[in-house]
């Protein structure tokens, strides 16, 4: 006999949540914001609206299906079923949080503050979700980008992966790519899908008036920046951008500790030591995103 389907309801806490945490009462909150010149009443609305939209999308769920919960800092633990339907409920950066850990399960991102969020892949009010639940094979994917290290671990992202030095401090490796290598010290150096090609890697790109083309979010193609790479008579700057069609670029430490985090999750990291190579390029899977 077949199960009914789960929903599983992905959110996070918002800013109110935190500083109730922190100081422990509304009026505590209330006065170390007005310290610093702030009104929490700003606060409270967004705190609202969240959770209007986390309710309005339980109420959605039909009652005869499964439901699940989980707060992004708990993503990491959860068991996730190969026939789940994930509900992002929260801005762009959550549904990236939470991609990693998919395997080709339906994602709806609903959007509970339009107009504040991007809704670049938030695009749904949670008043769509029943339409939305009824039509989880109308999907667009999204490319994602993996990094390989040679001991078999295995790290996915959605926007990008940086592979540096755990402090920002100059990393040191061989960079290959292609038939290419050269001895690189420098500040890091990130791979970016479509997705993330409007973030960092754009403002990298803007920054040295790279002429390189940049992805859209279904293109398979993903590009690479090298940032901040020094010269110096033991290392080299000639390779500093470059895009992946299919190949790898490949990293071989040549210092202590380097480490590779994907969308800004730095506690999420695999920890490269000497002579350890990663190896980068597109993952295998992609993100399901329900239109």
Known sequence: MSLTPRVVLVHRRTE???LLATHGTRGQAEFFLRTRGRDIAELEERHLLTRRAVDAANAAVPLDWRRGSVEREDV???????DDVVVVVGQDGLVANVAKYLDGQPVIGIDPEPGRNAGVLVTHAARDLPDLLRGTDRVVERTMVRADLDDGQRLLALNEIYVGHPSHQTARYELGAGAAREVQASSGVIVATGTGASGWCRSVALERGSALAMPGPADERLVW???????????????TEGELRGDDLALTVTSDRLVAFGDGIEADALTLTWGQTVRLGRAPGALRLVV
């Open 16 to 18: 109110y949540d935190e």
């Open 225 to 239: 920046f090298v940032r901040e790479a020094w010269p110096s008579p033991a290392t080299g700057t000639t390779l």
């Open 76 to 82: 990491s633990r959860f068991l996730f079923g190969p």
